[in-house]
């Protein structure tokens, strides 16, 4: 099933058909992902080309700026499309200085989503990702008083669907026996593979699974193999390094972002290149 000419077609997340290509909107805010855009017009032109590009979901948070890229969002697209799905985070927020600050008590969760509703515009978010863990991945411990918190405001009509973001295993399946959690968002790419076990899981499971940093980060993937296959396919690094996650499972979803809509016509196309057999496989030894 193809959408918009958009590769790798859709997947469903609860009970939305999402294509398996979406639009990070975190690069949208200033440097560091904090203050405004340095071009306002720019930003409300790249949220309008995603809609045009067939694109039916976004992934942002309140935090992103702070409120810069909700506002965004809701300036440029809204009253939404029928078929345009946003996905938001709770659990952390930004003081004055810009610096993340975790922030996860109950009465903290709840606030966070009633302002992402009201920035947004919307009487119920689509899905909303619990962010655990820290940048550098999953942190140990219980889970459970936080999608306790998810799964009443669930119950109001306030959230449609449950994820998780920087979680392991285990505390995937402590939050599953609170509330059904439809997409996790960890730490993913062709060179940081801890999660190989967990993408499996979730695809088993008919979970999605939406890997931040797809492209390395802040450190952007740098491998000999990668660039020998890219030369090979007469392709840019980036474009395989994306179609290499669609290749991965059928459950990954990406969240490719930029503030630019050349590159965000980039992405979309990189996602569709074709990849033989023997790449993926070279492909497939990286980072193990």
Known sequence: MTSHGLPGGRYRV???????????????????????????????????????????????????????????????????????????????????????????????????????????????????????????????GSIAPQVEVLAELQQQGLIRHIGLSTVTAEQLAEARAIAPVVCVQNHYNLAHREDDPLVELTAREGIAFVPYFPLGGFSPLQSDALESVAKRLEATPLAVALAWLLHRSPNILLIPGTSSIEHLRENVAAAALELPADALAELDEIGR
């Open 14 to 140: 609860g009970d939305f058909e999402l294509t398996r290509v979406g639009y990070g909107a975190m690069q949208l805010a200033g440097p560091g992902v904090f203050g405004p855009p340095k071009d306002r017009d720019a930003a409300i032109a790249v949220l309008r080309e995603v809609v045009e590009l067939g694109i039916n979901h976004i992934d942002t948070a309140d935090f992103y700026g702070p409120y810069v890229t909700n506002e965004l969002i809701r300036e440029a697209l809204h009253p939404y499309p029928e078929d345009l799905h946003i996905v938001t985070k709770v659990g952390a927020r930004r003081d004055e200085k810009g610096s993340w600050v975790l922030s996860r008590d109950p009465a903290d969760l709840r606030t966070q989503v009633h302002d992402n509703l009201r920035r947004l515009g919307l009487d119920a978010l689509d899905v909303v990702n619990l962010r655990m863990g820290a940048v550098e991945g999953p942190e140990p």
